[in-house]
């Protein structure tokens, strides 16, 4: 099954969930930013959590689907739409031949994911299908999607088939079909938060004692100047007692630096593997979606919790992602 770009949007490219094993040699992570909504749409149509989706920023495409196609559309609702009608999110939708998908206006968060049964037929590079925009690495041509372009899509999974059918069953004369029944998001991801939970860095005691109290009580922005790599923060300055130069260590995705100007940046999907600023907290695992959906000038505070509970908040989405599986595959059969 083919779909064809009508119209690109302003970032849509293809992610998974990273090119683990490759830091070593340079080459980043990168995949999915929202990695919530990733698995759970690649789980509502069928396919393995870890499958390649496409990840819509801000100003979503206009994509035609060429046969008929099993998808989800997950993650912030940029309101899409088939042939002028509302789809719904979180849920299966059967598109039929020839309908044109568009998205509108931002209603929550800020990135969708857009999964089709079977997953998109990216060849893997160093084992994931990922974008890694700034390399030109993996994805659809190392690439963002532009009008033109047109993807394949592989077969689809027995849990899938069944479901597509299921869905068939039922033909109207609507443009799409879809369940009465969808996945309760909020238990994984909410879009009205602002606050992150972190823990501690090992390089916060480096910090004024100013700095350590507006770090955890006063309200920082998300800058414009943000992207894929990391969300740059402005509000109030932090410093350090003093200026020290640190070897480079390894980050990873949440870490929170603080550059010489004294407003921090969370590290990313697109994070560099090594960094030589101060280390003054990380994002815990179950937030970074929450930060993933935070729009360009949304507020953003810093809650610390303890490492023994942020490891029993991951513990708990886990679980809560394998019932979630065992739900939609007892749907499917």
């Excluded at 990273?18 to 919530?36: E, F, L, N, P």
Aim: aromatic letters at 10%; charged letters at 20%; glycine letters at 10%.
């Amino acid at each position: 099954m083919t779909i064809t770009v009508v119209r690109s949007g302003m970032l849509s490219s293809i992610q998974d969930l990273g090119r683990y094993g490759y830091q070593k040699y340079g080459v980043i992570v990168s995949g999915a930013m929202d990695t919530y909504s990733l698995r759970i749409g690649n789980l509502i149509v069928g396919n393995q959590e870890g499958e390649a989706g496409l990840e819509i920023t801000l100003l979503g495409p206009t994509l035609v689907f060429e046969k008929d196609t099993l998808i989800a559309i997950t993650g912030g609702d940029l309101s899409p739409e088939i042939e002028g009608k509302q789809v719904p999110l979180w849920r299966p939708v059967l598109v039929k031949k020839g309908s044109v998908l568009r998205f509108g206006k931002i209603k929550s968060g800020c990135r969708a994911y857009l999964t089709i049964a079977g997953g998109f037929a990216i060849p893997k590079l160093l084992h994931s299908k990922s974008t890694y925009l700034r390399a030109g690495l993996g994805g659809y041509e190392g690439r963002a999607l532009k009008a033109g372009d047109r993807i394949e899509t592989n077969s689809m999974t027995s849990y899938s088939s069944n479901l597509f059918n299921k869905l068939k069953n039922k033909y109207t004369s609507q443009p799409f079909i879809t369940t009465s029944w969808y996945v309760d998001f909020q238990k994984f991801i909410t879009f009205n938060e602002y606050t992150v939970r972190v823990l501690t860095g090992s390089h916060f005691s480096m910090c004024s004692t100013n700095s350590k109290l507006n770090f955890y009580t006063e309200k920082f922005t998300v800058s414009p100047q943000s992207d894929r790599m990391g969300y740059r923060l402005s509000g109030p300055e932090l410093k350090l007692d003093e200026q020290v130069e640190l070897l480079s260590e390894a980050v990873t995705v949440g870490t929170i630096q603080l550059p010489p100007d004294g407003h921090p940046i969370i590290l990313l999907a697109d994070r560099q593997t090594t960094g030589g600023y101060p280390k003054i907290a990380h994002v815990i695992s179950v937030d970074l979606s929450l930060v993933a959906q935070m729009k360009p000038g949304g507020g953003i505070c810093f809650q610390e919790i303890t490492l023994k509970e942020a490891e029993a908040l991951f513990i708990e989405r886990e679980q809560w992602i394998g019932e979630l599986e065992k739900f939609l595959k007892m749907k499917m059969n």
